[in-house]
């Protein structure tokens, strides 16, 4: 059986700093492409961010791009997502997901397993 575990959410200032960690068990992280996602109250569930392997190929959408980092630390079976200069439209339950391998890394139709998500708000 397969978990996927979100952590590091948050209320906080805009401008602000956070790091968001993603832990998978019944799985090897390393193995997957693996993806990003937020969702706010009334909206779609977006895009943010994904990682092939660590230290490949990486991809972010516009809206945050130069502001959020992804990683992955394969010895430890974790992706994070490092926010930075947040600003009050990152407010969102951001959710870690496992790529099937197949299909746009963009879709959350091609992942797998999805987390419950973590919150994160920011105050201007």
């Known amino acids: 059986q397969v978990l996927v575990v979100e952590s590091g959410g948050r209320s906080v200032q805009a401008g602000a700093s956070l790091r968001l960690s993603c832990s998978a068990s019944g799985l090897a992280i390393k193995d997957y492409p693996m993806g990003w996602f937020r969702q706010a109250p009334g909206s779609q569930r977006e895009f943010v961010s994904s990682?092939?392997?660590?230290?490949?190929?990486?991809e972010y959408a516009a809206s945050v791009k130069g502001r959020f980092t992804i990683s992955k630390d394969d010895d430890g079976n974790m992706v994070y997502l490092d926010l930075t200069t947040l600003k009050p439209e990152d407010s969102a339950r951001y959710y870690c997901a496992v790529h099937g391998g197949r299909g746009s890394f963009e879709s959350a139709a091609q992942y797998l397993y999805w987390g419950q998500g973590t919150q994160v708000t920011v105050s201007s």
């Open positions: 990682v092939t392997f660590a230290g490949g190929p990486v």
